[in-house]
């Protein structure tokens, strides 16, 4: 025994209640649903516009109405499920809404990384499975031991309850 290293014990890691989890990612959800439908409504009018009379300069018009809408789009995107979890201590709006956040495997706050993964996995997931990503990720969530998503386990990561302020 005097050879032998002795393992860290991991931090055990409470996992958050799945309703906290599904109502946090509604949130989320919807706010970038509807950010999306108002960036896009140009798009759309444009589209209606040029069903009645379809020449090349309203062609070009509505290519740019949806080329900067989806542009905008993405960088809101890519800002609110990376940037804003990193700089907000792990949490969207969602998570921060239902008192959640993103750690790291070993309970402390998560690397940039896990959140990169964690934007991209399920891009890459929804559009491979044509949205089939999203009820394997609740049914994964609900059933687990862990209630871990596969997003989780890629990233390394946990959603967990945010520790009241008091408390460390």
């Known amino acids: 025994m005097a050879g032998e290293r ?3 014990a991991k931090p055990s890691v409470v996992p958050a209640r799945f309703s ?6 509604l949130f989320d959800f ?8 108002v960036l896009l409504a140009p798009a759309l009018v444009l589209f209606l516009l040029w069903m009645n009379e379809p020449t090349v300069s309203m062609t070009a018009a509505l290519f740019v109405a949806l080329f900067l809408g989806g542009a905008l789009w993405s960088l809101f995107e890519l800002f609110y499920w990376i940037l804003l979890p990193y700089l907000k201590r792990g949490s969207t709006l969602g998570l921060a ?6 750690v790291g495997e070993e309970g402390k706050e998560a ?3 896990c959140y990169v993964l964690r934007a991209f996995i399920p891009l890459v997931l929804v559009v491979l499975t044509f949205g ?14 862990k209630r871990t998503s596969f ?18």
């Open 30 to 37: 919807s706010l970038s649903l509807l950010l999306m439908v």
């Open 97 to 102: 809404f239902m008192g959640l956040a993103i």
């Open 6 to 8: 002795k393992r860290r």
């Open 151 to 168: 997003a989780d386990v890629a990233s390394m990561s946990y959603v967990v309850e945010r520790e009241p302020a008091g408390r460390k």
């Open 132 to 145: 089939l990503y999203y009820a394997v990720e609740m049914l994964s969530v609900l059933f687990s031991g």
């Open 20 to 25: 906290d989890r599904l109502w946090a990612f």
């Open 111 to 113: 690397p940039f990384r």
